[in-house]
T-cell receptor, first 113, second 110 residues
Framework: DGGITQSPKYLFRKEGQNVTLSCEQNLNHDAMYWYRQDPGQGLRLIYYSQIVNDFQKGDIAEGYSVSREKKESFPLTVTSAQKNPTAFYLC????????????FGSGTRLTVV | GQQVMQIPQYQHVQEGEDFTTYCNSSTTLSNIQWYKQRPGGHPVFLIQLVKSGEVKKQKRLTFQFGEAKKNSSLHITATQTTDVGTYFCSHWGSQGNLIFGKGTKLSVKP
């Protein structure tokens, strides 16, 4: 979506490998979020960051790591410790202009082969 | 966080029929947000409701927040094939993040 970019769109990973998903925004928003989506499960929060150099675990943080070294970037690493990493990963920012809703990126579909 | 339950999980309608999805909580919510996700796409923010008994309309979509602020509904009048997708309700948790329901998947038969 405008102002928030996720890459790549599709990603294939071999079991045992770590992989990093990119999320970049140019809207100068403080808060950024990572969600995981599985069929029938809705969206589940992995990690979020309210400010640079600070982040908190969400409901399903095990097997994931993040960093927030710059305001515009919030990369997510899916580690080999994540037992079931195949999913659709969504990054979001809190958009005060859009009535305080989230603006989501277009997502990354990760498949472990 | 406080979970919200959405019903039904799936809804199949004939084009032109109405559609309603419900979002229920066991506790009082400060707000409700609704999102639409088209097949293969990402969720898109539709609206936020904050006041008890609030009703908002967007063309054929009507959003309601219950008087007790424990439930909400999204009603679509005369569905079209462009309405296909999954509709999620959500609310702001105490940690400053959105908590989502599992969604209602709508399919529309032309």
């Amino acid at each position: 979506d405008g102002g928030i970019t996720q890459s790549p769109k599709y990603l294939f990973r071999k079991e045992g490998q770590n992989v990093t998903l990119s999320c970049e925004q140019n809207l100068n928003h403080d808060a950024m979020y990572w969600y995981r989506q599985d069929p029938g499960q809705g969206l589940r929060l992995i990690y979020y960051s309210q400010i640079v150099n600070d982040f908190q675990k969400g409901d399903i943080a095990e097997g994931y790591s993040v960093s927030r070294e710059k305001k515009e970037s919030f990369p997510l690493t899916v580690t080999s410790a994540q037992k079931n990493p195949t999913a659709f990963y969504l990054c979001a920012i809190r958009d005060r202009v859009a009535g305080y809703g989230y603006t989501f990126g277009s997502g990354t579909r990760l498949t472990v082969v | 966080g406080q979970q919200v339950m959405q019903i039904p999980q799936y809804q199949h309608v004939q084009e032109g029929e109405d559609f309603t999805t419900y979002c229920n909580s066991s506790t009082t919510l400060s707000n409700i947000q609704w999102y639409k996700q088209r097949p293969g796409g990402h969720p898109v923010f539709l609206i936020q409701l904050v006041k008890s008994g609030e009703v908002k309309k967007q063309k054929r979509l009507t959003f309601q927040f219950g008087e007790a602020k424990k439930n909400s509904s999204l009603h679509i009048t005369a569905t079209q094939t462009t309405d296909v997708g999954t509709y999620f309700c959500s609310h702001w948790g105490s940690q400053g993040n959105l908590i989502f329901g599992k969604g209602t998947k709508l399919s529309v038969k032309p």
